[in-house]
């Protein structure tokens, strides 16, 4: 099989990197007011390259910066958009790994005004990875789902003066591959289970360019529904 040149490539990474120790420690010397902002960013910015390096040791042709700028990969972004704040409500959500339980409870959201775009979201954060990464490698991102423009609203929500053909809305919004998340934190699950239950309907009806899949272990299953 040829290498591919450009994305979906045959291998890559879906999601957060494990946070280095240092970083955690100037994570939390950040909260407790005793460095600085500009001190904070000289480490991020140490283990993004350390991060960088070690995705094109094994062979990635694309890199991430580990979203160790994020405290939570989705809402990070997600709360940035004008219209969207945070609610007094906490969502509870169990992880789970071989040692039992982990609860979680993040905040809620509301959106209380017309989301909009005030500003460029972690354009900085892609600007220092794309001067960091070798040439050949892509520079590589991670933002809540394109999909979502559509899912909210369908058809009712896009103007047909704009998009009087909705292969044109699709071709707009990216090379669109889809990720089937168990739900990771802190290296614990929401669910398990592997594809043979789905394969059908995932593999063979599912209009998208790729799949990024957990596979091969207990968890996720093994290669077979691929079939």
């Known amino acids: ?48 390259r350390d991060v960088i390096a070690m995705q094109h040791d094994v062979g990635l042709q694309s890199a991430t910066g580990g979203e ?7 809402m990070d972004f997600i709360y940035q958009l004008g219209g969207v704040t945070q609610a007094d409500e906490k969502l509870h959500v169990q992880f789970f790994n071989d040692g039992g339980t982990l609860d979680f409870a993040p905040a809620a959201l509301r959106i209380n005004q017309r989301i909009r775009l005030g500003e460029t979201i972690f354009a900085d954060h892609f600007r220092y990875l794309k001067d960091n990464v070798s040439d050949g490698v892509t520079p590589k991102l991670t933002i809540p789902s394109p999909s979502m423009v559509h899912y909210r609203g369908g058809r009712a929500a896009i103007d047909q003066a704009v998009y009087p053909d909705m292969d044109r ?6 090379r669109i591959t889809t990720h089937m998340c168990r739900g990771n934190f802190r290296s614990s699950w929401v669910a398990e289970g ?33 079939r």
């Not at 591919?4 to 494990?18: I, N, Q, T």
């Not at 500009?38 to 140490?46: F, G, P, R, Y």
């Not at 809305?169 to 990216?174: I, K, R, V």
């Open 68 to 74: 160790f700028r994020r405290a939570a990969w989705h």
């Open 1 to 48: 099989m040829s290498r591919r040149a450009e994305p979906p490539f045959r291998a890559d990474h879906v999601g957060s990197l494990l946070r280095p120790a240092a970083l955690m420690q100037a994570r939390a010397q950040k909260s407790a007011g005793t460095i600085t902002t500009d001190a904070l960013s000289e480490v991020e910015n140490k283990v993004i």
């Open 194 to 226: 592997g594809y043979d239950f789905v394969a059908e309907a995932l593999f063979g009806e599912l209009g998208v360019d790729g799949f990024f899949l957990e596979y091969d272990d207990v968890r996720s299953g093994g290669f077979e529904p691929l």
């Open 169 to 174: 809305f699709w071709n707009d919004l990216m």
